[in-house]
Nanobody
Framework: QVQLVESGGGLVQAGGSLRLSCAASGRTFSNYAMAWFRRAPGKEREFVGVIKGSGIQEYTDPVKGRFTISRDNAMNTLYLQMNNLKPEDTAVYYC?????????????????WGQGTQVTVSS
């Protein structure tokens, strides 16, 4: 069983920055593929980015060059640095873990999910 707890969401003006954190339980966090997803109002949940245990990252096109995922394996923590935020980034952001380490863009690949943290970007 893995527990994930997100934090760091809030209200920010367009062009601003936020850093989300996701604290994870589990003794082999370093092997997990860890991802961020988001769900905007009235929309389906969508993939934002993933970082594998190897450090390899993948991002969805709308956030490339603006968002960066990192992890601190010693602290069992995942981060999402979001810069140059846009109103269309407004969503609830979720972290998710794939304990088998495969990752990918499909939400079904991830066994554990956090409760989500709200990010609101005003224009």
């Amino acid at each position: 069983q893995v527990q994930l707890v997100e934090s760091g969401g809030g209200l920010v003006q367009a062009g601003g920055s936020l850093r989300l954190s996701c604290a994870a339980s589990g003794r082999t966090f370093s092997n997990y593929a860890m991802a961020w997803f988001r769900r905007a109002p009235g929309k389906e949940r969508e993939f934002v980015g993933v970082i594998k245990g190897s450090g390899i990252q993948e991002y969805t096109d709308p956030v490339k060059g603006r968002f960066t995922i990192s992890r601190d394996n010693a602290m069992n923590t995942l981060y999402l640095q979001m810069n140059n935020l846009k109103p269309e980034d407004t969503a609830v952001y979720y972290c998710a873990s794939d304990v088998h380490g495969f990752g990918g863009t499909w939400s079904r690949n991830y066994e554990y999910w956090g409760q989500g943290t709200q990010v609101t970007v005003s224009s």
